[in-house]
């Protein structure tokens, strides 16, 4: 049988402070949820319109503890992971859930709100940038470009 894909790439904002929690066996998991956000002119009226997507994230163990600390509402974040679909019963009635496990996640904007370069395992730090061949580091002149 053939293999599928299942891979979600997220830019998005925090709806609202993550939810961390922890299994019995001590696991930790964080929810929150993630807009993203479109905008288009709409052809007949010239209308500036735009359209809000809510996306529901959950993480596990180290990225969760990470989430937890270091993302609050508002924050821009890239998000990767797998779509998941559970369901469970509620007073005989099946209910089901569409979300997304993120398995990578990147702090984006500026200093200003926390933002970051790198993946999970980074801290909000700054000069995380490798010395350059010449044996400066993540001080030198060239590092100030914006490009």
Same mark, same amino acid.
């Given at each position: 049988?053939?293999?599928?894909?299942?891979?979600?790439?997220?830019?998005?904002?925090?709806?609202?402070?993550?939810?961390?929690?922890?299994?019995?066996?001590?696991?930790?998991?964080?929810?929150?949820?993630?807009?993203?956000?479109?905008?288009?002119?709409?052809?007949?009226?010239?209308?500036?319109?735009?359209?809000?997507?809510?996306?529901?994230?959950?993480?596990?163990?180290? &990225?969760?503890?990470?989430?937890?600390?270091?993302?609050?509402?508002?924050?821009?974040?890239?998000?990767?992971?797998? &779509?998941?679909?559970?369901?469970?019963?509620?007073?005989?009635?099946?209910?089901?859930?569409?979300?997304?496990?993120?398995?990578?996640?990147?702090?984006?904007?500026?200093?200003?709100?926390?933002?970051?370069?790198?993946?999970?395992?980074?801290?909000?730090?700054?000069?995380?940038?490798?010395?350059?061949?010449?044996?400066?580091?993540?001080?030198?002149?060239?590092?100030?470009?914006?490009?």
């Amino acid at each position: 049988m053939a293999r599928g894909v299942n891979k979600v790439i997220l830019v998005g904002n925090l709806g609202r402070d993550p939810e961390i929690r922890y299994t019995q066996d001590g696991q930790a998991v964080v929810n929150f949820t993630l807009a993203t956000s479109m905008e288009w002119r709409d052809k007949a009226t010239g209308e500036k319109r735009d359209k809000t997507e809510w996306h529901r994230i959950v993480a596990f163990r180290k &990225l969760a503890e990470i989430c937890g600390e270091y993302l609050s509402k508002g924050k821009q974040v890239y998000i990767e992971g797998r &779509l998941q679909t559970r369901s469970w019963e509620q007073d005989g009635v099946t209910k089901y859930i569409t979300e997304v496990v993120a398995n990578d996640m990147q702090m984006l904007g500026s200093k200003g709100d926390s933002g970051g370069r790198g993946g999970y395992n980074s801290a909000p730090a700054y000069d995380d940038q490798p010395s350059s061949p010449r044996g400066g580091g993540a001080g030198d002149a060239e590092d100030d470009i914006p490009f």
